[in-house]
């Protein structure tokens, strides 16, 4: 519950309130770009399942914050592929590097739970949840 509870705060306070559409399309942009597989609009449709319309509303988001840009395929003129940019990829690389502090904090307040008593502890469960939350970073503007 703690790792679910800090990666939720984690986005909400970075990103804002998205649907999970969106976030659905975002981690799957970054997924496929990470496998050197950037994909054309409508090879992101069809791995999210989600309709062109709400895509493209995401990914002109992702354009215009210039975490993604499209480029043209130099195999095929017509194609235009999501290309993730410097500064998704930063952006990818900090996300990663706050999710592995995540399950350190995580794994060591287990550690502290098995050795001080019941780990169901809730007042203390509850304490620890809320140190954790004051430790999110900042929204980003």
């Known amino acids: 519950m703690a790792v679910f509870w800090r990666v939720l705060h984690l986005f909400a306070s970075r990103y804002g309130s998205h649907p999970v559409g969106q976030v659905l399309v975002i981690l799957t942009l970054v997924f496929l770009n990470d496998r050197g597989m950037p994909p054309t609009m409508t090879e992101l449709c069809k791995a999210t399942g989600r309709p062109k319309g709400s895509v493209s509303r995401y990914v002109s988001s992702q354009i215009k914050q210039g975490f993604v ?72 503007r």
């Open 69 to 140: 840009e499209e480029v043209i395929d130099p195999n095929d003129r017509r194609r235009r592929l999501l290309k993730q940019t410097r500064k998704g990829k930063s952006e990818w690389k900090w996300q990663v590097r706050q999710m592995e502090r995540i399950f350190d904090e995580v794994f060591e307040m287990d550690r502290r739970f098995r050795l001080t008593g019941d780990p169901r502890n809730a007042a203390e469960i509850l304490d620890q949840m809320e140190g954790l939350t004051k430790k999110a970073p900042k929204r980003k």
